[in-house]
Structure formats: structure tokens, C-alpha cells
Nanobody
Framework: QVQLVESGGGLVQPGGSLRPSCAASGTAFSINAMGWYRQVPGKQRELVAMITTSGTANYPSSVQGRFTISRDNAKNTVYLQMNSLKPEDTAVYYC???????????????WGQGTQVTVSS
């Protein structure tokens, strides 16, 4: 079994920065793409950023130029550098990963438990 554990959310003023991280733990597994989503009450979860194993990243226009996703494959960890934060960035942020466990289904989709990010003065 694999677990994704996020950390690094919190409260920040508009214009500020945060850098949540998400670490995968378990035994005998490999990770393909990793990403970050966010969700506010009453709305669908939306993609914030994704990154391939080789480091190719994609972002929606709402965060392009402000957010940067990165990963450390040796640590099975993905990061989300968030700059110039706006109140509308307030949400619960979830990391996800496509994981292959030895002997299991290839590219199974895993989610973290979520971390709250609040942008407010």
C-alpha cells in the first residue's frame, strides 16, 4: 500500500507565498505522473499543476506564472511553489500520483488527504 501525505499549507496574506509538499511512502513502488488539485466547498476539484517523471509540467491559465510544480524522485516527493497568492486561491489542496506497486495494477491513482490553504488579510 502507498500513502501520500501533504504538509505545508496554512494562512498567508494576499501577495504572499507558500510551498506545500507531498511525500509518498510505502514499499516496492514506482511513481509516474504527480500533481496538485484544489477544491472549494460546492465546486468540483480542479487541476492546479501536474508533472511527469521527466519533469515536464503543465498548468491551467489561472495559476500559470504564479505556481511552480517540482518533484524529487529520490524522495518520492512533489512540491508546489505558490507565489503572488490571491484570495481566490483559497481551497483545500490535494496531491495525486499514478503509482505502480510491484505485483499490483499499473498506474493506480492515489490521493493525499488534503491541506488547507487560506489567503486572507
Amino acid at each position: 500500500q502507498v500513502q501520500l501525505v501533504e504538509s505545508g499549507g496554512g494562512l498567508v496574506q494576499p501577495g504572499g507565498s507558500l510551498r506545500p509538499s507531498c511525500a509518498a511512502s510505502g514499499t516496492a513502488f514506482s511513481i509516474n505522473a504527480m500533481g496538485w488539485y484544489r477544491q472549494v466547498p460546492g465546486k468540483q476539484r480542479e487541476l492546479v499543476a501536474m508533472i511527469t517523471t521527466s519533469g515536464t509540467a503543465n498548468y491551467p491559465s489561472s495559476v500559470q506564472g504564479r505556481f511552480t510544480i517540482s518533484r524529487d524522485n529520490a524522495k518520492n516527493t512533489v512540491y508546489l511553489q505558490m507565489n503572488s497568492l490571491k484570495p481566490e486561491d483559497t481551497a483545500v489542496y490535494y496531491c495525486d500520483a499514478f503509482v505502480t506497486v510491484v505485483g499490483g495494477t499499473p498506474d493506480s491513482h492515489y490521493w493525499g488527504q488534503g491541506t488547507q490553504v487560506t489567503v486572507s488579510s
